[in-house]
């Protein structure tokens, strides 16, 4: 899974002069521009990377999905907006920025309140 991080991770750790030919499952599928690995290139630091990264993108994508969903109800807490449900709209908008800020790998966001004018 983390293997569609290698370049990512690389240049994470300070790499820039490199492309990737075809899999990525070891150093001998990285081209370096040089002509040659740089003495300092660790491959278990670029797959240590990778994976944090691999791990770290579900949790990002939580973050995400999380904030534009606040967004789109952002009407609904503003003060001449008239309707009798705000309190199913500020619990959700409370669910949505909790996983904001506590994002989880397999989030399950509610279901946006109906509003309810006044």
């Not at 899974?1 to 790499?15: D, R, S, V």
């Not at 609904?76 to 909790?98: C, G, H, M, Q, W």
Request: charged residues 20%; negative net charge.
């Amino acid at each position: 899974m983390y293997e569609q991080f290698i370049p990512l991770a690389i240049t994470a750790l300070g790499y820039s002069e490199f492309s990737i030919t075809g899999t990525i499952s070891s150093p001998s599928g990285i081209n370096w521009f040089s002509g040659q690995q740089p003495a300092d290139f660790n491959w278990d630091a670029v797959v240590a990377k990778a994976t944090e990264l691999a791990n770290q993108k579900p949790l990002d994508d939580c973050k995400t999905e999380a904030k534009k969903l606040i967004a789109e109800t952002d009407w609904s807490v503003l003060p001449d907006v008239n309707i009798t449900n705000k309190a199913d709209f500020e619990a959700y908008r409370a669910t949505l920025r909790n996983y904001i800020v506590n994002p989880v790998a397999n989030p399950v966001f509610p279901n946006v309140p109906q509003p309810v004018w006044g």
